[in-house]
């Protein structure tokens, strides 16, 4: 089994920073990508920012220039240090992995995702 453990969400008000980490743990081999998703109120749960295991990163076009993704390969943990942030950022945000790892038994190639964190942007 995979668990990953989410932190760092809170209210701030617009303009602010936070920084998001979630950490992976279990009988993991490898880790092909981390990432974040957001949900807002009332709207799908769309991509944030990815990386992947050779270091690439790809962000939504609402958040370049102001979010940054990044790995500790060591620790298994991927951040999301958030800047500048606006209303719009409001939403729920979920840690996403796509692993190699022996579940019940088996090696194989799974997706799990973070318990969610609440960012809330306002003043």
């Known amino acids: 089994q995979v668990r990953l453990v989410e932190s760092g969400g809170g209210l701030v008000q617009p303009g602010g920073s936070l920084r998001l980490s979630c950490a992976a743990s279990g009988n993991i081999f490898s880790i092909n990508a981390m990432g974040w998703y957001r949900q807002a109120p009332g709207r799908q749960r769309e991509s944030v920012a990815v990386i992947t295991s050779g270091g690439a990163a790809n962000y939504a076009v609402p958040v370049k220039g102001r979010f940054t993704v990044s790995r500790d390969y060591a620790q298994n943990t991927v951040y999301l240090e958030m800047a500048s942030l606006k209303p719009e950022d409001t939403a729920v945000y979920y840690c996403?992995?796509?692993?190699?790892?022996?579940?019940?038994?088996?090696?194989?190639?799974?997706?799990?995702w973070g318990q969610g964190t609440q960012v809330t942007v306002s003043s």
């Open positions: 996403y992995v796509d692993v190699i790892a022996k579940v019940d038994g088996a090696w194989s190639t799974y997706d799990y």
